[in-house]
């Protein structure tokens, strides 16, 4: 037994139709959306560089953290050796750094800068208490009382100078009544340490290894300020903090008191020109290593919107205030740019599409209708044969004609708006088939004898 064929749609010539409709004007999307990309804003730069104090400060301790973080997602973060904000702030306008740690109120030595390097900030970060440490021994009420003794007052280009020499200065001390001495933090520890100065102002996080080490000191005490409302009055970014009784060591009591504090808060700042897309990342970074508990008492948590000196970056304060976006929140950092960036390409292709869909639908229905009236025009052309007589040759030609227009008609497959035309057509052609072959031919004698004659004939 023969198994009968299958019915086969034949639609090849449909989509070869569709695609003659739709392929040049998507092809003409697809320019424009090629322009459009070749348009769009460039990836983020993979490699950043942070100025950040000295090795074995709270800066450089805290941008190292950083560079680990940015590197799980494949960004190189290069921690550049400085003497202190001072100094971050000169590298971040001369363009050597992108982010720089700047302590509070270091702005103020900014003012009359003639750089055109606009600078922003990320966010404040930490407080930075002011640690007054001194000898034991001789009391100091006030730092009044340090008027006669010498002081390590930080090194020339840091933020610790700048701030001490600030809060001295409200005291009446400076250089024409007290030894100052240009220290670093380490030498200025070590220093104390040894006796070698009677005291030594610090401006640094808690997280300070010498910080500790000089609290445990047993020949040097830590000066708690009384009058921290008013170094705030006379230097608003200062907020006093509170360290509490044994919050350093429980176990061994350290501090042995409550310790009141004034606190400048740092932030981190970048030049406006880094990429916005690194925004998101860099917060997270902060979140990770700032975002947990503080030794201090104080109702902050960082990082923040306060505090800072310079103009919040704008895609900064909005992940302050409302979070990491749905893409950030969800997605890899690397896969989010990317469709954070590609999404801006949203409005250009929907522009370039909608006259797509508008344009294409119409011109394909204009070519099925065009092309059903053609084949009604070859259908008139076999129809005509049919009210006059025909040679053998002739019938012949025009089946085969109507033939091979079945065939075609039969291979292509019209939208369903179009079916009633088209099975008219069929139905036209099986009807015209039909009377080709009934029709009787008639010989070439016959024909020429039925014509009428001329006037010479005549």
Do not use: C
Not at 277 to 303: K, R
Not at 335 to 348: C, E, F, H, M, Q
Request: net charge negative.
């Amino acid at each position: 037994m023969t198994e009968s064929p299958r019915l086969r749609r034949p639609d090849r010539k449909s989509k070869t139709e569709a695609f003659k409709v739709w392929g040049p004007l998507l092809a003409v999307a697809a320019i424009g959306f090629g322009i459009a990309i070749a348009k769009l804003e460039p990836p983020p730069p993979r490699v950043l560089t942070i100025a950040a104090g000295a090795p074995g400060g709270a800066y450089h301790t805290y941008a190292e953290r950083y560079r680990e973080i940015l590197a799980r997602d494949g960004f190189e973060l290069q921690v550049l050796t400085t003497g202190g904000s001072i100094d971050n702030l000169q590298h971040l306008r001369e363009g050597t750094a992108s982010l720089a740690i700047l302590q509070g109120g270091i702005r103020s030595q900014d003012e009359g800068s003639d750089s055109t390097t606009e600078l922003e900030s990320i966010a404040s970060i930490f407080f930075e208490p002011v640690w007054v440490f001194h000898r034991a021994g001789r009391p100091l009420e006030l730092l009044s009382d340090l008027a006669g003794r010498s002081i390590a007052v930080g090194p020339p280009g840091s933020g610790i100078r700048v701030l001490a020499t600030q809060l001295l200065a409200d005291n009446g001390i400076d250089q024409t009544n007290t030894e100052l001495h240009a220290l670093s933090s380490l030498e200025a520890a070590a220093a104390l340490g040894d006796g070698s100065i009677d005291a030594a102002i610090f401006v640094t996080s808690t997280e300070a290894s010498y910080i500790e080490q000089l609290i445990r000191h047993d020949d040097i005490e830590l000066f708690s300020v009384r009058r921290s409302l008013a170094y705030r009055k006379n230097h608003p970014f200062l907020s006093p903090v509170l360290l509490g009784q044994g919050v350093l060591d429980i176990n061994n009591d350290l501090p042995r008191n409550d310790v009141t504090l004034v606190a400048a808060a740092a932030s981190l700042v970048a030049s406006s020109e880094l990429h916005h897309a690194l925004v998101p990342l860099l917060l997270a970074a902060l979140h990770e290593v700032h975002g947990g508990t503080d030794l201090l008492q104080s109702s902050q948590s960082f990082p923040a919107v306060d505090y800072v000196e310079f103009p919040l970056k704008a895609e900064a304060e909005h992940y302050l205030i409302n979070g990491p976006s749905f893409l950030h929140r969800y997605l890899s950092f690397r896969v989010a740019t990317v469709i954070d960036r590609l999404k801006i390409l949203l409005l250009p292709l929907i522009t370039l599409l909608i006259p797509v869909f508008k344009t294409a639908p119409p011109i394909y229905r204009w070519r099925i209708r065009s092309k059903i009236y053609r084949w009604y025009e070859d259908l008139r052309w076999a129809d005509e044969v049919l009210h006059r007589p025909a040679t053998t040759e002739e019938l012949a030609t025009h089946r085969e004609a109507v033939r091979q227009l079945e065939r075609e008609v039969a291979q292509v497959s019209v939208p369903l708006s179009y079916m009633d035309e088209y099975y008219s057509l069929r139905v036209h052609l099986q009807l015209i088939r039909s009377k080709l072959e009934q029709r009787e031919p008639v010989d070439a004698q016959t024909m020429e004898s039925d014509l009428p004659a001329t006037d010479s004939e005549a």
